[in-house]
């Protein structure tokens, strides 16, 4: 009878393409059966045609992808969630020009949720293939990176206090991926700097400010040295700051940041950039906090967007229950948040940041030795009581 | 005659009782001594280098200013030939002066000189000078200070970075309105010269690892040529361990577990960053000094190339990475003893809180510094005798 009511429930609310639409129904059964690890709250699977509900996709990845990311599910389940998740494999498939392309799936399902969750990708080692996460970002224009990073009470680094985001411009910048080579031995990459990408990411920048309670937006720059081209970017930053008044804007130096990001990284709110800038200071922060496994990140796209966990597929402890969800969790939380789904995502990062401050029961990298299914169960239970 | 033996008695007495020990190289455990082509660039009269001083923005000045006063007191064999180079001065007379003064003298002491990057027309002069000068190889040396506040107390890695291409080749040009593009050039002569120098440091002093960084995943001609480059010298230091990692990660590592690192090797702007970096780690900007070496000349400045402009005018900027290159530059010009003297007294005092200025968490002024160390000299070089006269 549930499975009839989540038919119902499916039909009156979807556009989804009728091959689509059987795809992910025997899921949904099965994940409904399944799902013995938390006790479910499946109330809001039967309020038929409620508009609340919101379908995403779910790239689960590989090596330890599945296992976190059905421990995502299991999680958002337990706290009452109006999430349905579509799972999609996103394993290149060779194109008639012998190219490896991402399947058509992806697009189809992104078209119709506008909004993602993504776990760790391995791109396959061989010709032909490109970086996934690369082939993701450009097929939707995902212009922002954006890494929260908040120091995690239980779990001790050497930084203490840190609460900063870093906003990465994600498209063009020295990952545009244009290089020649001029004679044999002299190489030259090109850098990109585009006003339009430059003034995007710095709109959303200070309406992430806005929208969060952040007071400061920081351009970090090299106009020093790059004078056009960050000397562009930093126009784009000034002029979209002279728009927002109400946010307080400075600009930095990149060697200045990262000297005085290692001697206090309290004094950091909100940091916007240029993509290679961005890639490394955020995975410096990532450090700060702990690490890749406990950071969570988000890419804004004009078109929807994509959340996803930065570590790797850890394929040497794939399979035995001992990955550490968190990461994929806290993006997760964010997704919510972007979905305007706020409470549920401050309860669920309540119970899990608890979880791991009351340290007594922690995956391996955490400094414990529960399982992950042990983990998830903790935080199920945490958040249902 | 008497006059010419009683020089020579004293010569000889003060170098007899001054003997630097061991621990008086400071924290050092290597010197760069100049190459005999440098040697040749290097104006020496009547016994006497003469160094140029470019004192640049900021605090520069200032600090300068004590650099030359310490080294009065400890009797340093050095001239400064002064060379006005600053933001102000943009005619391109006062950058051709300064190049042609250090191409005179082969050796050069010099503050940041801040670039107004708002101004379409003005050059960066610190980038200028070290392509002009070809000082392919910048060397900043980061390890614990005894005595001051940092994160970790056991950091020793030293920091090679190519000098003058890759990112700051300052080729740029504006395609169509709104869209500018940066021309990063990495050629294979450059890669290997550089590669070679870290290699060649790390086996004269001990050093068992040499870490290439690089984004080669992404970049993958530039640095992957960068990458191939370090490889194929590896390949001659068999004893030398040599290992790769991708800058976001080195940058992860670097907070996290910077013990790991022995010797980095990399492009112009990941040093940049993880020299800042490393910097941060070891107690902040003033503190750690750097040099750019190239085949003839040699410029000595702070690691980190901050000109210190809040601090201008507020004697509060800390004088100890100033002062330790330039020990690190009486040592490439051979005068390893008072260098050990002035290197010993600086680390003496910077150890203990109530000579550490605020940027260290103290609260002592640089004129305080500054006589603390030359109290801390006076009885060491007291055997110059001038009492003799």
Same mark, same amino acid.
């Given at each position: 009878?549930?499975?009839?009511?989540?038919?119902?429930?499916?039909?009156?609310?979807n556009s989804v393409p009728k091959s689509h639409g059987q795809g992910v129904?025997?899921f949904?059964?099965?994940?409904?059966?399944?799902?013995?690890?938390?006790?479910?709250?499946?109330?809001?699977?039967?309020?038929?045609?409620?508009?609340?509900?919101?379908k995403v996709t779910m790239i689960p990845g590989?090596?330890?992808?599945?296992?976190?990311?059905? @421990? #995502?599910?299991?999680?958002?389940?337990?706290?009452?969630?109006?999430?349905?998740w579509e799972d999609v494999d996103v394993t290149p498939i060779k194109g008639p020009d012998g190219n490896f392309h991402l399947p058509q799936a992806i697009f189809d399902s992104m078209a119709e949720t506008k909004m993602g969750?993504k776990?760790?990708l391995?791109?396959p080692?061989?010709?032909g293939h490109k970086?996934l996460n690369l082939a993701l970002r450009k097929a939707f224009s995902l212009? @922002?990176?954006?890494?929260? %990073?908040?120091?995690?009470?239980?779990?001790?680094?050497?930084?203490?206090?840190?609460?900063?985001?870093?906003?990465?411009?994600?498209?063009?910048?020295?990952?545009?991926?244009?290089?020649?080579?001029?004679?044999?031995?002299?190489?030259?990459?090109?850098?990109?700097?585009?006003?339009?990408?430059?003034?995007?990411?710095?709109?959303?920048?200070?309406?992430?400010?806005?929208?969060?309670?952040?007071?400061? #937006?920081?351009?970090? /720059?090299?106009?020093?040295?790059?004078?056009?081209?960050? $000397?562009?970017?930093?126009?784009?930053?000034?002029?979209?700051?002279?728009?927002?008044?109400?946010?307080?804007?400075?600009?930095?130096?990149?060697?200045?940041?990262?000297?005085?990001?290692?001697?206090?990284?309290?004094?950091?709110?909100?940091? #916007?950039?240029?993509?290679?800038?961005?890639?490394?200071?955020?995975?410096? %922060?990532?450090?700060?906090?702990?690490?890749?496994?406990?950071?969570?990140?988000?890419?804004?796209g004009?078109d929807g967007?994509i959340?996803?966990?930065? /570590? $790797?597929?850890?394929?040497?402890?794939?399979?035995?229950?001992? @990955?550490?969800?968190?990461? =994929?969790?806290?993006?997760?939380?964010?997704?919510?948040?972007?979905?305007? =789904?706020?409470?549920?995502?401050?309860?669920?990062?309540?119970?899990?940041?608890?979880?791991?401050?009351?340290?007594?029961?922690?995956?391996?990298?955490?400094?414990?030795?529960?399982? %992950?299914?042990?983990?998830?169960?903790?935080?199920?239970?945490?958040?249902?009581? | 005659?008497?006059?010419?033996?009683?020089?020579?008695?004293?010569?000889?007495?003060?170098?007899?009782?001054?003997?630097?020990?061991?621990?008086?190289?400071?924290?050092?455990?290597?010197?760069?001594?100049?190459?005999?082509?440098?040697?040749?660039?290097?104006?020496?009269?009547?016994?006497?280098?003469?160094? *140029?001083?470019?004192?640049?923005?900021?605090?520069?000045?200032?600090?300068?200013?004590?650099?030359?006063?310490?080294?009065?007191?400890?009797?340093?064999?050095?001239?400064? +030939? *002064?060379? +006005?180079?600053?933001?102000?001065?943009?005619?391109?007379?006062?950058?051709?002066?300064?190049?042609?003064?250090?191409?005179?003298?082969?050796?050069?002491?010099?503050?940041?000189?801040?670039?107004?990057?708002?101004?379409?027309?003005?050059?960066?002069?610190?980038?200028?000078?070290?392509?002009?000068?070809?000082?392919?190889?910048?060397?900043?040396?980061?390890?614990?200070?005894?005595?001051?506040?940092?994160?970790?107390?056991?950091?020793?890695?030293?920091?090679?970075?190519?000098?003058? +291409?890759?990112?700051?080749?300052?080729?740029?040009?504006?395609?169509?309105?709104?869209?500018?593009?940066?021309?990063?050039?990495?050629?294979?002569?450059?890669? +290997?010269?550089?590669?070679?120098?870290?290699?060649?440091?790390?086996?004269?002093? !001990?050093?068992?690892?040499? *870490?290439?960084?690089?984004?080669?995943?992404?970049?993958?001609?530039?640095?992957?040529?960068?990458?191939?480059?370090?490889?194929?010298?590896?390949?001659?230091?068999?004893?030398?361990?040599?290992?790769?990692?991708?800058?976001?990660?080195?940058?992860?590592?670097?907070?996290?577990?910077?013990?790991?690192?022995?010797?980095?090797?990399?492009?112009?702007?990941? !040093?940049?960053?993880?020299?800042?970096?490393?910097?941060?780690?070891?107690?902040?900007?003033?503190?750690?000094?750097?040099?750019?070496?190239?085949?003839?000349?040699?410029?000595?400045?702070?690691?980190?190339?901050?000109?210190?402009?809040?601090?201008?005018?507020?004697?509060?900027?800390?004088?100890?990475?100033?002062?330790?290159?330039?020990?690190?530059?009486?040592?490439?010009?051979?005068?390893?003893?008072?260098?050990?003297?002035?290197?010993?007294?600086?680390?003496?005092?910077?150890?203990?809180?109530?000579?550490? *200025?605020?940027?260290?968490?103290?609260?002592?002024?640089?004129?305080?510094?500054?006589?603390?160390?030359?109290?801390?000299?006076?009885?060491?070089?007291?055997?110059?005798?001038?009492?003799?006269?």
């Amino acid at each position: 009878m549930a499975a009839r009511a989540i038919r119902t429930a499916f039909s009156q609310i979807n556009s989804v393409p009728k091959s689509h639409g059987q795809g992910v129904l025997p899921f949904l059964q099965e994940r409904f059966l399944e799902s013995q690890s938390c006790p479910s709250n499946t109330r809001q699977y039967s309020s038929a045609g409620s508009a609340s509900i919101q379908k995403v996709t779910m790239i689960p990845g590989d090596g330890i992808g599945p296992e976190i990311s059905q @421990a #995502v599910k299991d999680i958002f389940e337990a706290a009452g969630a109006p999430i349905i998740w579509e799972d999609v494999d996103v394993t290149p498939i060779k194109g008639p020009d012998g190219n490896f392309h991402l399947p058509q799936a992806i697009f189809d399902s992104m078209a119709e949720t506008k909004m993602g969750l993504k776990g760790p990708l391995a791109t396959p080692i061989g010709k032909g293939h490109k970086s996934l996460n690369l082939a993701l970002r450009k097929a939707f224009s995902l212009y @922002a990176n954006v890494r929260p %990073c908040k120091s995690i009470e239980g779990y001790k680094t050497p930084y203490d206090e840190v609460d900063l985001v870093t906003i990465r411009e994600n498209t063009e910048g020295e990952y545009s991926g244009i290089e020649h080579t001029i004679v044999d031995g002299v190489v030259q990459s090109i850098k990109l700097i585009t006003e339009t990408a430059s003034r995007r990411v710095a709109e959303y920048a200070f309406k992430f400010a806005r929208d969060n309670n952040r007071s400061t #937006v920081t351009a970090v /720059h090299k106009a020093n040295i790059m004078r056009m081209s960050d $000397g562009l970017f930093l126009k784009c930053c000034r002029e979209v700051a002279s728009k927002n008044k109400d946010i307080k804007f400075t600009e930095h130096y990149l060697d200045t940041v990262c000297l005085n990001m290692v001697q206090d990284p309290t004094q950091f709110d909100v940091l #916007v950039m240029p993509n290679l800038y961005g890639d490394i200071l955020s995975d410096l %922060c990532a450090g700060l906090i702990g690490g890749l496994g406990v950071t969570p990140s988000g890419n804004i796209g004009e078109d929807g967007a994509i959340f996803e966990s930065v /570590h $790797g597929t850890a394929p040497d402890i794939a399979g035995q229950d001992k @990955a550490n969800p968190t990461a =994929l969790l806290l993006s997760a939380v964010m997704m919510l948040r972007h979905m305007q =789904l706020g409470e549920y995502g401050d309860r669920i990062e309540k119970a899990a940041l608890d979880t791991i401050r009351e340290g007594e029961v922690l995956t391996g990298d955490l400094g414990g030795e529960a399982t %992950c299914s042990a983990f998830t169960k903790e935080i199920c239970r945490r958040i249902q009581s | 005659m008497a006059a010419l033996t009683r020089r020579l008695l004293c010569n000889t007495a003060w170098r007899q009782t001054v003997v630097p020990s061991l621990s008086s190289f400071g924290n050092r455990n290597y010197t760069i001594n100049a190459t005999e082509q440098q040697v040749l660039s290097c104006a020496k009269y009547g016994g006497r280098h003469c160094v *140029t001083l470019m004192t640049g923005d900021g605090v520069g000045p200032e600090i300068l200013t004590h650099v030359q006063e310490i080294f009065r007191y400890a009797g340093a064999p050095i001239d400064f +030939e *002064t060379v +006005e180079i600053n933001s102000s001065t943009t005619d391109a007379a006062y950058l051709e002066a300064a190049l042609l003064s250090v191409q005179r003298n082969g050796v050069a002491l010099k503050g940041n000189i801040e670039t107004k990057f708002d101004d379409a027309e003005f050059r960066s002069m610190n980038v200028a000078l070290r392509s002009r000068l070809d000082l392919w190889s910048n060397i900043v040396w980061c390890r614990s200070f005894k005595g001051v506040n940092a994160r970790y107390d056991d950091i020793d890695i030293v920091l090679i970075r190519e000098n003058t +291409e890759g990112e700051y080749s300052s080729l740029e040009h504006e395609s169509v309105t709104g869209v500018v593009e940066s021309l990063k050039i990495i050629t294979a002569e450059k890669c +290997e010269r550089i590669a070679r120098y870290a290699f060649d440091f790390a086996a004269r002093n !001990g050093r068992k690892k040499v *870490t290439a960084i690089h984004k080669a995943n992404i970049m993958k001609l530039a640095d992957g040529l960068f990458l191939e480059s370090c490889r194929k010298v590896s390949e001659d230091y068999a004893d030398i361990k040599f290992s790769d990692m991708i800058i976001d990660n080195a940058s992860m590592q670097m907070v996290s577990r910077p013990q790991q690192f022995d010797v980095l090797l990399m492009p112009n702007l990941y !040093g940049n960053i993880l020299s800042s970096i490393a910097a941060g780690l070891v107690g902040g900007a003033g503190l750690v000094p750097g040099m750019n070496v190239g085949a003839k000349y040699a410029v000595f400045e702070s690691g980190t190339r901050n000109s210190g402009r809040s601090l201008k005018g507020k004697n509060i900027a800390n004088p100890t990475g100033m002062l330790l290159a330039s020990c690190d530059m009486l040592d490439y010009l051979g005068h390893h003893n008072v260098g050990a003297l002035i290197r010993e007294s600086v680390l003496d005092v910077i150890a203990q809180p109530q000579h550490q *200025t605020p940027d260290m968490g103290g609260q002592a002024t640089t004129t305080d510094v500054i006589q603390a160390i030359i109290d801390d000299i006076k009885p060491k070089t007291q055997t110059r005798l001038h009492s003799a006269e």
